[in-house]
């Protein structure tokens, strides 16, 4: 059983999956993604290609650490990902070839089904009390919504009070019984961040994601000081050793590796295995598709300290497609009272369509996160 093909699609919104085929007939799919540096990645995987074929498509370990020690350079966000699509794909033929989910390969399940969370509001979040009432109707008990638009360094208390009005209101129109997760999105500097967490204290936040950015981690210790909510973060860190300081230095209450940047699925459960030796737990990022997706949830349901995931169901990137768009039996993930059931297909669980995707291939795709600039024409974190 020796790898034969790698074939890659750019498809809408703004993903780009992998097709792995063996000689014997098997084929798996993986999502090897850095949102808006597709061609980037593609080329990446393209050039790891050589590696590859001819090689039994089983040895996922040997064939990782090839991918990952064979070049003089490793890490970071392209060529993390770029092995993170192929190690999903040959964790779906192994699953596959074994007639089993690869959650069984990996100690098998821990847990029946897996809480999930939705999106709510988009950049500059507006009417997101709406949105949070609609979601909980819809069946969440757990959402997340951006926290704040653009930052200065030090910024107004307008951006504050903006900030806290917008959680006041999604609690007064939902309740305490529901999660709510406050993103950062890095895009807020230590010292406001010690503010904003103090002022949103109050409304009990599930958790506050990437109060400040990861090359900053070492300001996660004395943020925690300042307020008791949980902080999370992890979906710009790639690779064991990228954790390994976080969870060292502590400061981080939840981790949240991405399983199509930060080395795949067994790299994401070594990540997992090492958070739980520091009492963190993890809440796999995924704001991606429905492959990076089911690589999660098999992640999830063999993992003890996962809690929570993450998935993009109707979130604000998903312009023109969707999750489920690309699935032969979308049911798969169906959510119910805030859970996905365990998926119980062989491999990754779920079943690509892959004729769809071949024709949104010819689409493609070419998106970009947009550029903010600051009042003074400063660049800001997006």
Known sequence: MNIAKLELFKVPPRWLFLKITTDDGYYGWGEPIVEGKAETVRACVEEMAEYLIGKPAGAIEDLWQTLYRGGFYRGGPILTSAISGIEQALWDIKGKRLSVPVYELLGGAVRDRMKVYAWIGGDKPADTAIAARQQVEAGYTALKMNGTAEMDWIDSAVKVEE??????????????????????HGRVHKGMAKVLMKELEPYKPLFIEEPVLPENNEALLELSRHATIPIAT????YTRWGFKQLLAQGGADIIQPDLSHTGGI?????IAAMAEAYDVAVAPHCPLGPIA???SLQLDFCTPNAFIQEQSLGIH????S??????????VFAYEGGYVKRLEAPGLGIEVDEEKVRELAQAGHDWRNPIWR?????????
Request: aromatic share 10%.
């Open 374 to 382: 600051l009042a003074d024409g400063s660049i800001a974190e997006w």
């Open 266 to 270: 067994w790299e994401t459960r070594k």
């Open 293 to 295: 997706l089911a690589s």
């Open 163 to 184: 900030a806290v009005a917008r959680l006041a209101a999604i609690r007064e129109a939902v309740g305490y019984e529901i999660g709510i997760g406050i993103d950062f």
């Open 322 to 331: 969707d999750l489920l768009d690309y699935l032969k039996d979308p049911g």
């Open 317 to 320: 990137y998903n312009q023109g």
């Open 234 to 237: 992890g979906e710009r860190m």
